[in-house]
């Protein structure tokens, strides 16, 4: 059974940065691309950005120019840099294949206060 391992979230002040992990539990990484989701509460699951297996690489226009999604095949491990965080990006993040093809880790909480 796939396990999707997010890490790397925490309290951070406007502005700030944040790097996530996603590692992921057996060794299918390659095959698929992948994607990076958030769910703040009361609102529905969304996707954030997703890089496929060419290196091609999607952002939420919300996120553009702040956020960068690399992955490290030999790892099997997805990332998300997260620079210049707004408020509004406080949310539980987590991985999984473009398309969701794997149950859902347990996220990893970023939250965005002063």
């Known amino acids: 059974q796939v396990q999707l391992v997010e890490s790397g979230g925490g309290l951070v002040q406007p502005g700030g940065s944040l790097r996530l992990s996603c590692v992921v539990s057996?060794?299918?990484?390659?095959?698929?691309?992948w994607a990076w989701y958030r769910q703040a509460p009361g609102k529905q699951r969304e996707l954030v950005a997703d890089?496929?297996?060419?290196?091609?690489?999607r952002f939420a226009d919300s996120v553009k120019g702040r956020f960068t999604i690399s992955r490290d095949n030999a790892e099997s491990t997805l990332y998300l840099q997260m620079n210049s965080l707004k408020p509004e990006d406080t949310a539980v993040y987590y991985c999984?294949?473009?398309?969701?093809?794997?149950?859902w880790g347990q996220g990893t909480q970023v939250t965005v206060s002063s």
């Open positions: 057996r060794n299918i990484f390659s095959a698929y691309s």
């Open positions: 890089i496929y297996s060419d290196g091609s690489r």
């Open positions: 999984n294949t473009v398309g969701m093809r794997y149950a």
